[in-house]
């Protein structure tokens, strides 16, 4: 698997456990890779500390997903690694991103904003130096347990009863589960910059699953669901970083008050003026998200998302899903244009089996296929009354 954020096709009945050893040797391999760059060759450019942050999100999102399939102690472990690296990188990432906004206001290259231009521009340097050193220090610690963990951890995958047994149930399954988590947080229709923090960080995991799994499912993952999740991230984003640097400069300038008086009086023009175009862009990405809201009511609607939120199999279906129509033609229900019912994981057999039921996990009964098991599925969310399911010797039968 090369080091990208899409994975290969697999085919759909292939093991779920050999499928995780393949992504974790990848994704773990790129953190690997990109810590030494980010280290050694940080004032190159700024890309190469926000590829090892990137890095270490998409092998904690592997983590997430196949965690049913790897010993609790080493995925314990690995989690404990990947949180220092990426705490590490965060710190650094953090004020590459506070100066590039400064190069980048026209508030501070107006006149009478230079003092604040000038003392934004040394403080912010000060602090990366800071940020770099930290990054330098977490390397030595924590270089070699994440080479441990590249060298070992994926090997340690193992098929598990109570995880699903093959790609695409295993993808139906996580995908299901974190897409109405998501559609649940947008509709819950959230204002505050911590709460829109929240939602962006869904946004990320549900990125990271489908560039997971869209090689091996519907297309519709990747050329419909993946770029209006994607906009999402982007204009949260936007509203996160102007509402915290925002607070970052009001911080700055309390604190020079104590210390430098004199100085703070006179930035202190520079500071509300960049403060006040920094919230002016916050509101504008707000505004933003308010419009692709619209675009999501679509996402909710298509079948694909639909079959997802109800554990179903997605099949192939190609991006034609606005309409409304399923694979065959035929009309399929969407509630209103509300997120569809969560319903858990599929009764019956996962997908790829052979053979009948195993005797460990009988097909559940009617009533029975609304409660998540062993954490696969959406969990305890409130919601509409659940469509009717039925069990699998319903199914066939009918």
Not at 162 to 181: D, Q, V
Not at 332 to 346: C, L
Not at 379 to 394: D, F, G, K, L, M
Request: proline fraction near 9%; charge should be positive; hydrophobic fraction near 35%.
């Amino acid at each position: 698997m090369a080091d990208d954020k899409w994975g290969p096709t697999f085919d759909a009945t292939a093991p779920a456990h050999e499928i995780a050893r393949s992504v974790l040797t990848a994704r773990l391999a790129a953190v690997a890779r990109h810590l030494p760059l980010a280290v050694e060759r940080a004032r190159e450019t700024p890309e190469h500390v926000h590829q090892l942050r990137v890095a270490t999100r998409r092998a904690g999102a592997a983590l997430r997903i196949f965690r049913e399939l790897l010993p609790k102690k080493q995925t314990r472990r690995a989690k404990e690694v990947l949180r220092a690296v990426r705490r590490a990188a965060g710190g650094a990432r953090d004020w590459d991103v506070f100066v590039e906004t400064l190069a980048g206001s026209a508030t501070l290259n107006g006149d009478g904003a230079r003092p604040a231009d000038d003392f934004l521009t040394g403080y912010a340097s000060g602090e990366r130096e800071a940020a770099q050193a930290h990054l330098v220090a977490a390397s030595v610690d924590w270089e070699q347990p994440l080479h441990d963990l590249r060298d070992n951890l994926p090997g340690e995958t193992r098929p598990d009863d109570a995880a699903p047994e093959t790609f695409a149930a295993l993808g139906e399954a996580a995908l299901g589960e974190l897409l109405t988590g998501f559609a649940a947080a947008v509709a819950a229709d959230p204002s505050m910059p911590g709460e829109l923090h929240q939602l962006r960080i869904s946004a990320k995991r549900v990125r990271y699953a489908v560039e997971f799994f869209a090689g091996g499912l519907s297309p519709w993952l990747k050329e419909v669901l993946y770029p209006t999740v994607e906009k999402a991230q982007e204009v949260l984003g936007g509203v996160h970083d102007g509402y915290v640097a925002a607070a970052r400069l009001n911080q700055i300038l309390e604190r020079l008050k104590h210390v430098r008086p004199e100085t703070a009086k006179r930035v202190r023009p520079g500071f509300t003026a960049f403060a006040r175009e920094l919230r002016t862009h916050a509101k504008t990405s707000e505004r933003e998200y308010r419009r692709w809201r619209e675009e999501w009511a679509a996402i909710v609607a298509a079948p694909t998302f639909v079959a997802l939120a109800k554990g179903e199999a997605i099949g192939d279906q190609r991006p034609r899903e606005p309409s409304g129509k399923g694979g065959n033609g035929s009309p399929i229900p969407v509630g209103g244009g509300s997120v569809p019912p969560p319903v858990g994981p599929r009764g019956g057999p996962s997908r790829g089996k052979t053979s009948g039921a195993s005797p460990s996990r009988p097909p559940r009964s009617r009533g029975e296929c609304n409660r998540p098991r062993n954490g696969w599925g959406p969990r305890n969310r409130a919601s509409p009354p659940p469509a009717r399911c039925y069990s699998q010797q319903e199914k066939e039968s009918r």
